[in-house]
């Protein structure tokens, strides 16, 4: 199955986003799926090409507003596969209230974000992401802002599934990405994307010298909410791996009182065509 096409990404050379589409396109040829099986949903910002850089449905939404259209578009057609992806100012700032909101109703997505902590489409300024002291263009004496913390923030909400990557470690990655898929609910895979261009500061080799990966301690339990949230709290979020998944939780599809399971839109509307105009006369 090939989900690469012949777009050429205009991404700076090194930039971590590369390896987080490459990651997708293993991830879902791995899971068995077909072009016309998955939507690629992005916001805006320089991760937000990657809808364009994918061989598969893809829907460059506006700022902040991936989640909702993929949520939309799954409970349109739940054969779809739907991932929505964005980075961490498409995410975590404009598009806060629908990431948490998105977490808590639960739709069976999977929502991938390329977390450089920085603005790097709009040449570099602080996002909600950058530690405090982080000089830009929009903090030249150092931002003084605290730094948001998503995957605390999304264990809080409810969150189901919560994993983290870095782009260095392709392969991890794409195992995160297909046991995500995998999952039935939402799914949040925040991923250490270096901005090579804007980010002189948490950089690759900065990220291997700070980062654990938690797949190499055999100790660690994903499975419990509360080691979860104390392992991220201990170590300011810097861990790779799957962090918390809960099996049990009902996806918000499950949950709908008189499911079907022949998703919506291919549902029989059971009007005539006099109904079906009366209908449309009434929006006209
Ligand atoms: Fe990647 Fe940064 Fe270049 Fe944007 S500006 S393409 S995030 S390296
Ligand atoms: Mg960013």
């Not at 782009?167 to 250490?192: A, C, P, W």
């Amino acid at each position: 199955k090939e989900f690469r096409n012949k777009v050429k990404p205009n991404w700076c050379p090194g930039c971590g986003d590369f390896s987080v589409l490459a990651a997708m396109q293993r991830a879902f040829a791995n899971q068995g799926l077909e072009p016309e099986d998955v939507v690629l949903v992005s916001g805006i910002g320089c991760s937000g090409r990657i809808s364009g850089y994918m061989n598969a449905y893809g829907f460059h939404g506006i700022h902040g507003r991936a989640l909702p259209i993929a949520q939309g578009l799954k409970l349109a057609n739940r054969d779809l596969t739907v991932v929505a992806a964005g980075g961490d100012g498409d995410g975590f700032a404009i598009g806060l209230g629908h990431t948490i909101h998105a977490i808590r109703r639960n739709v069976d997505i999977t929502y991938i974000v390329m977390d450089n902590q920085v603005y790097g489409l709009t040449k570099g300024q602080t996002s909600p992401r950058s530690d405090m002291g982080f000089k830009t263009k929009s903090t030249p004496k150092g931002s003084i802002e605290a730094t948001i913390a998503p995957l605390e923030m999304a264990l809080t909400a409810g969150a189901g599934f919560v994993a983290q990557a870095f782009s260095s470690d392709l392969k991890q990655m794409t195992h995160l990405i297909e046991e995500g898929l995998k999952h039935r609910g939402f799914s949040l895979i925040n991923v250490y994307s270096p901005c090579v261009t804007y980010n002189k500061i948490n950089t690759y080799d900065w990220f291997k010298e700070h980062i654990t990966n938690l797949e190499e301690d055999e100790t660690y339990d994903p499975y419990n909410r509360m080691t979860a949230m104390q392992k991220l709290m201990e170590t300011g979020g810097l861990v790779t791996g799957l962090i918390y998944q809960n099996k049990e939780r009902k996806s918000y599809e499950e949950l709908i009182p008189g499911f079907r399971e022949e998703p919506l839109a291919k549902q029989d509307l059971k009007l005539s065509k006099e109904e079906f105009d009366e209908l449309v006369a009434e929006f006209a």
